[in-house]
């Protein structure tokens, strides 16, 4: 149980287009998940947390405008990157807080390599 | 505010000898940690954790950690490893009251054949 999903896995875009990243719980209700962003051999942070019908909640320094995210259901979020530049490489990873005896904990998305040529 | 370090960037050790990768915390409130794997262009999977309860804490793949409140540190150790075990290892904690997770530097386990 609590597995969560990413689509894509990876995507190549030209720079100036907008990409969508999904997250998906797969058996369970996520009435939040995180967005994460990951530079090669460096940690992970984070971005945003989502909130299921409600706006989400951005880290300083993070573009609102930039980083669009929506959480429609309680099993998908999506992370659009609008006008997306080279800088905006990197590897992305999503996470889902889970309910019940595991609420303590957040499980994670296999990540989505995003390469802005 | 809460915060994990990871001293050390890279962990060398042999297959069959015991290791220990290292964590220190800096919380307010009670800790609530984690140890995560990653491997290459994978996700992180979860090792293990502490909420409460016992100072060792057994977890994944015969991973286990050490909560030292005195000390602030939650380190990982395995008495023999494996090669499979090389990979990127994060320790994290976790935010009480927003439910966010703060993730170490990450350290980079490499185990010789």
Known sequence: GAVVSQHPSWVICKSGTSVKI???????????????????????????????????????????????????????????????????????????????????????????????? | AQSVAQPEDQ????????????????VSGNPYLFWYVQYPNRGLQFLLKYITGDNLVKGSYGFEAEFNKSQTSFHLKKPSALVSDSALYFCAVRDYNFNKFYFGSGTKLNVKP
Request: charged share 20%.
């Open chain 2, 11 to 26: 962990v060398n050790v042999a297959e069959g000898n015991p290791l220990t990768v290292k964590c220190t915390y800096s």
């Open chain 1, 22 to 117: 999904e997250c998906r719980s797969l058996d369970f209700q996520a009435t939040t998940m995180f967005w994460y962003r990951q530079f090669p051999k460096q940690s992970l942070m984070l971005m945003a947390t989502s909130n299921e019908g409600s706006k989400a909640t951005y880290e300083q320094g993070v573009e609102k405008d930039k980083f669009l995210i929506n959480h429609a259901s309680l099993t998908l979020s999506t992370l659009t990157v609008t006008s997306a530049h080279p800088e905006d490489s990197s590897f992305y990873i999503c996470s889902a807080r889970a309910p019940g005896t595991h609420r303590n904990e957040q499980f994670f998305g296999p990540g989505t390599r995003l390469t802005v040529l």
